[in-house]
């Protein structure tokens, strides 16, 4: 497609299931960028993928989220043992070569998830 | 560091009045400045950005932003504003005192137009 595309748009779970969460960015983008928004406030950002390598993990809130790339396409990223306080709109985003600095980023339309 | 402020949480302004965003950045080098926009149930749409050259920025959907270097600043403009502009605006500043693989986004500003 034309766009960055996630998958579910939505997503209901209960405490203590995992989840996957799904980003497929716009072909020939070699970067790929995840971030959590909460009730329409700032991004939070969780990690990139430079290619199938994500150098900076830095931002995953805890050892219960995951994330990877596969074939420098699709991005996986799975939060195992969900808690309510995860639920929020995870965002993905992709972009040519992240060395530049100067490119902007795709996003998608984002997953909101509710956890019960 | 690398940070974004955004000062106001929400701008009102009726339409077809000129309306600014505010946007101010520290950096320790020169900055990638950009400025992104998100509807209601979307994620974010870039609307320009400044790297280098002009300190006039010209964007999408008839968006400028002015790069101020001496108060640090990249205010997002629009000479007329439309309702269809309601939205939330964030400024971004890439972040290489990391490598400039992470963007740092502002906390947004909620512009709300009024016919």
């Known amino acids: 497609g034309a766009g960055v595309s996630q998958s579910p748009s939505n997503k209901v779970t209960e405490k203590g299931k995992d989840v996957e969460l799904r980003c497929d960015p716009i072909s020939g983008h070699t970067a790929l960028y995840w971030y959590r928004q909460s009730l329409g406030q700032g991004l939070e950002f969780l990690i990139y993928?430079?290619?199938?390598?994500?150098?900076?993990k830095s931002g995953l809130p805890s050892d219960r989220f995951s994330a990877e790339r596969t074939g420098g396409s699709v991005s996986t990223l799975t939060i195992q043992r969900t808690q309510q306080e995860d639920s929020a709109v995870y965002l993905c985003a992709s972009s040519l070569a992240v060395e530049l600095g100067n490119q902007p980023q795709h996003f998608g339309d984002g997953t909101r998830l509710s956890i019960l | 560091a690398q940070s974004v402020a955004q000062p106001e949480d929400q701008v009102n302004v009726a339409e077809g009045n000129p309306l600014t965003v505010k946007c101010t950045y520290s950096v320790s080098g020169n900055p990638y400045l950009f400025w992104y926009v998100q509807y209601p149930n979307r994620g974010l749409q870039f609307l320009l950005k400044y790297i280098t050259g002009d300190n006039l920025v010209k964007g999408s959907y008839g968006f400028e932003a002015e790069f101020n270097k001496s108060q640090t600043s990249f205010h997002l403009k629009k000479p007329s504003a439309l309702v269809s502009d309601s939205a939330l605006y964030f400024c971004a500043v890439r972040d290489f005192d990391t490598g400039g693989f992470k963007t740092i986004f502002g906390a947004g500003t909620r512009l709300f137009v009024k016919a």
């Open positions: 993928f430079q290619g199938n390598s994500a150098p900076d």
